[in-house]
């Protein structure tokens, strides 16, 4: 089985620390995601990287940015938390554009509070 | 751009009733796939279905259903005799050549 792992399930941070929120996925996945889930808003994706060392913006990157230095490991940092980043991150991976499969694999979630 | 629009915010139903939760979505890439996925209380993703764009064909599964109408850009997903345990948010999803986005989600209540 797929197993995406997210390091921290629950996290409590202060105003202005930096913030790194790990992924590990063990299927040799190329593309990983990360997406932060609030009431109302759905997910919206916040980073993606189809690569080592490739990323690319989501639909909400300010305040955020990722790193991608092996495959399976996908890492968002959160710069200096604000108050407004509470929230849950999901880290999500799949596998290359219509290879096999392309169901998108999930991690249980980090439940992130700034405060 | 991408996007996925599911109008219905929350829905309740009485148990044993049939419930469709409605999925419009946007994109320009030609070859893409569309995704429901359930999110129950516990918090998890749990994944339900997978169509790609070049297969309209509608499918059954149990008591679930999904109509895939290309024309209208809609993806459209049926429970039938909806029962307690049907209860959560569901998602649905598109992916395009590489980004996946995401519905704000349809939170279904079923009422015993």
């Known amino acids: 089985d797929v197993k995406v792992t997210q390091s921290s399930r629950y996290l409590v941070k202060r105003t202005g620390e930096k913030v790194f929120l790990e992924c590990v996925q063990d299927?040799?996945?190329?593309?990983m995601f990360w997406y932060r889930q609030d009431p109302g808003l759905g997910l919206r994706l916040i980073y993606f990287?189809?690569?080592?060392?490739?990323?690319e913006k989501g639909d909400i990157p300010e305040g955020y940015s990722v790193s991608r230095e092996k495959k399976e490991r996908f890492s968002l940092i959160l710069e200096s938390a604000s108050t407004n980043q509470t929230s849950m991150y999901l880290c999500?991976?799949?596998?290359?554009?219509?290879?096999?499969?392309?169901?998108?694999?999930f991690g249980e979630g980090s439940w992130l509070t700034v405060v | 751009a991408q996007k996925v629009t599911q109008a219905q915010t929350e829905i309740s139903v009485v148990e044993k009733e049939d419930v469709t939760l409605d999925c419009v979505y946007e994109?320009?890439?030609?070859?893409?796939?569309l995704f429901w996925y359930k999110q129950p209380p516990s918090g998890e993703l749990v994944f339900l279905i997978r169509?790609?764009?070049?297969?309209?064909q509608n499918e059954i599964s149990g008591r679930y259903s999904w109509n895939f109408q290309k024309s209208t850009s809609s993806f459209n997903f049926t429970i039938t005799a909806s029962q307690v345990v049907d209860s959560a948010v569901y998602f649905c999803?598109?992916?395009?050549?590489?980004?996946?986005?995401f519905g704000t989600g349809t939170k279904l209540q079923v009422i015993p």
């Open positions: 169509r790609n764009s070049f297969d309209e």
């Open positions: 990287s189809y690569d080592v060392k490739m990323k």
């Open positions: 994109t320009r890439d030609t070859t893409y796939y």
């Open positions: 999500a991976s799949t596998d290359s554009p219509w290879r096999t499969g392309n169901t998108i694999y």
């Open positions: 299927m040799d996945h190329e593309n």
């Open positions: 999803a598109l992916r395009g050549y590489q980004k996946v986005t």
